[in-house]
């Protein structure tokens, strides 16, 4: 019984770490790149888009797509792993 | 084959078929009402999210915003889809294992509190009401634009095709519906930026065509820059906000998006835990479609827009040589026009038209032809533009054929009716269900509970389409509200439900309490008491408060929590059981 709520609990641990670590990612591109260093950034030129701008408006969009996928196969690797998936 | 002809062909085309699903899938018990039965494969439920999702704000508005904002508009672009990681990592999965159907369910549960469950349907109902009336309005709207006729029957129509399959099919009916609203609205927004993109840059990609070089040999955003600039307007690419007002806007949409009700309740609907990660993966795909095609859809737009009304050479158009979407639009209002210095040209540059922004109609018409007005401004400005109109008139100021138009007017319906249709099932749950089932008579049974949520739905569409036709002049302003109370109530008392073994009854009450309340009086303040901007609390926007009230919501909830006693054994059980995925289809059968 112990070591099945040891299990439990390893496994709410790593999915913590999962979440925070693309947490850190969102907020990065995000409030970083598409707010806080907005103006530093539209210095650089990417595709015909000042790089602070295209974050802003399109960037940040496409990295949170690949986030919300990410964690979905990381979950589904770690449910496996501790053998709770459905 | 004319217009009006085509536009009745695509909007009547489109609603036989959301009735002939909607008749294919009538719901017949309060499962199926609620939650579909709770087996929507994932694909389906991300459609069904992004179309709920996508209102008449994101499809005729938000472009609108972008095109006038230039990059503050980017608040809005990664605010309302920023918020799908929220759900996706934070929400989704472990309300989904939770199992039951709706938001104040597991409040109340989670709080073991009817006080908490309570507070948590006023907010649901005050977010959903506030929304619906917007959507309603905006059916009429395409309404009375594309058929001629009034305002007030569009909304009549509207009212009736979503309370048959609202009613009949309860989330069943509207979750199919939903599928086939989301793809009518997305090719009504894709195909004329397509067309747009096409036609301004070469380029098939709006996303691309927005960066590329025009035959000028400049790149669009520079074209844009320099004729706002010209203008006397802001550059496109520069912002106007603070730093701070533009992160706490941002943080506001975002954590509100997570914290809408009939957002989250999507996410019940789907088989296992896995699929609620998964269908905000769908969702967040189908949404950014639009939504990362929206700036170059603004950016366009406004370049036409400049050039079309100012000419080529930048020294106005004569009003009697303007296109006719002109004068269609002048006709509805939503563009006027004053000669202020009397050459009979159309000039349009930075500055109110009009006193106090947006001009009030008087009878007759001026030399031109054009509608009287009661209120220009000293400005040189002589062009009012609405910039809700941004969308519809797209296609009209491009030239492009008339189907693409008539398909833009059956996308707008698609979008405004299936944001109602969602938000009005969470109204007629949330009363039949949260207030009639658990609170006041836990005794009827799933057939009379199924009456109660059919005729709470009849009555939730009845008040949203008064509202819709008599709109209370501040539907805008309480957009705000709607993102902050989410923001500042629900989001924070979910998450912490979640990710806190230790948060109890009081915490949750006094921090939605506190949350609630410092975010009402800081919009109220602004909104509706004359509060001026220079009053702000550290320069920060009452569309930007609700993250303020969320943080409180935060500290104050695990300070009283600390404070009091520690919620009881059988809470910890079903916090430790929401966290584990498996056994979801069990969980959903109580």
Known sequence: MSTQADSARAYWRENLRIIITYMVIWFAVSYGCGILFVDALDQIQFFGFPLGFWFAQQGAIYVFIALIWAYVFSMNRLDEKYDVHE | ?590
Not at chain 2, 239 to 267: E, Q, S, W, Y
Not at chain 2, 420 to 433: D, E, P
């Open chain 2, 1 to 590: 084959m004319s217009l009006d002809l085509l536009t009745y062909m695509f909007i009547g085309g489109s609603f036989a078929l959301y009735i002939g699903i909607a008749i294919w899938a009538r719901a017949g018990s309060t499962k199926e009402f609620y939650v579909a039965g709770g087996g929507v494969p994932p694909v389906a439920n991300g459609m069904a999210t992004a179309a709920d999702w996508m209102s008449a704000a994101s499809f005729i508005s938000l472009a609108g915003i972008v095109s006038f904002m230039g990059r503050d508009g980017a608040a809005y672009l990664m605010g309302w889809t920023g918020g799908y990681v929220l759900l996706a990592m934070l929400l989704a999965p472990y309300l989904r294992k939770f199992g039951k159907f709706t938001v104040p369910d597991f409040v109340g549960d989670r709080y073991y509190s009817s006080t908490a469950r309570t507070i948590a349907v006023i907010c649901t109902i005050v977010i959903s009401f506030t929304y619906v009336a917007g959507q309603m309005r905006g059916v009429g709207i395409v309404f009375s634009r594309y058929l001629h006729i009034d305002i007030e029957m569009g909304v009549v129509v509207g009212m009736v095709i979503v309370f048959f399959y609202a009613v009949l099919g309860g989330m069943k009916g509207i979750t199919y519906t939903q599928v086939a609203q989301y793809c009518v609205l997305i090719m009504a927004f894709m195909v004329p930026a397509f067309f747009l993109s096409m036609q301004v840059t070469g380029h098939f990609l709006p996303q691309a065509g927005l960066g590329a070089t025009l035959e000028s040999g400049k790149s669009v955003l520079v074209t844009l820059n320099e004729l706002s600039t010209e203008l006397g307007f802001d550059q496109y690419t520069q912002g106007n906000k603070t730093t701070i007002d533009m992160f706490f806007m941002t943080a506001a949409l975002m954590c509100g998006t997570a914290g809408l009700p009939h957002v989250i309740v999507r996410f019940f609907t789907v088989p296992r835990v896995k699929d609620a990660r998964i269908s905000a993966g769908w969702a967040l795909i189908f949404i950014a479609i639009l939504y990362t095609t929206v700036p170059a859809v603004a950016g366009f737009g406004r370049v036409n827009l400049i050039e079309t009304v100012n000419g080529p050479d930048n020294t106005g158009v004569e009003y009697t040589q303007m296109p006719a979407w002109f004068k269609n639009w002048e006709a509805a209002g939503l563009i006027a026009w004053a000669d202020k210095n009397g050459d009979g040209r159309v000039q349009y540059q930075a500055g109110d038209a009009f006193d106090g922004g947006k001009p009030m109609f008087s009878e007759g018409t001026g030399e031109y032809g054009e509608r009287m007005t009661e209120n220009p401004s000293r400005s040189d400005n002589e062009v009012y533009v609405d910039r809700d109109i941004m969308v519809l008139a797209n296609p009209e100021i491009a030239n492009l054929p008339d189907w693409v138009i008539a398909l833009v007017a059956a996308g707008a319906v698609a979008a405004a009716l299936s944001t109602a249709a969602g938000l009005l099932l969470v109204i007629s749950t949330s009363i039949s269900h949260d207030l009639m089932k658990k609170t006041i008579n836990p005794n009827i049974t799933d057939k009379q509970e199924l009456t109660y949520a059919r005729l709470a739905a009849i009555v939730a569409i009845i008040i949203a389409g008064y509202f819709g036709i008599n709109p209370p002049g501040f539907v805008a302003q309480v957009v705000a509200l709607a993102f902050g109370l989410a923001a500042s109530s629900v989001f924070p008392v979910i998450v912490l439900g979640i990710f806190s073994t230790r948060m109890n009854t009081q915490g949750a009450i006094s921090g939605m309490l506190v949350g609630l309340g410092v975010t009402i009086a800081y919009i109220v303040y602004f909104k509706f008491l004359g509060g001026t901007p220079d009053q702000w609390l550290f320069g920060i926007s009452p569309e930007g408060f609700g993250t303020v009230g969320m943080l409180l919501n935060f500290i104050v909830a695990m300070v009283v929590a600390t404070l009091t006693p520690a919620p009881p054994q059988e809470i910890r059980h079903i916090i430790e059981d929401i966290r584990i995925p498996r056994g979801a289809a069990e969980a959903h059968v109580h």
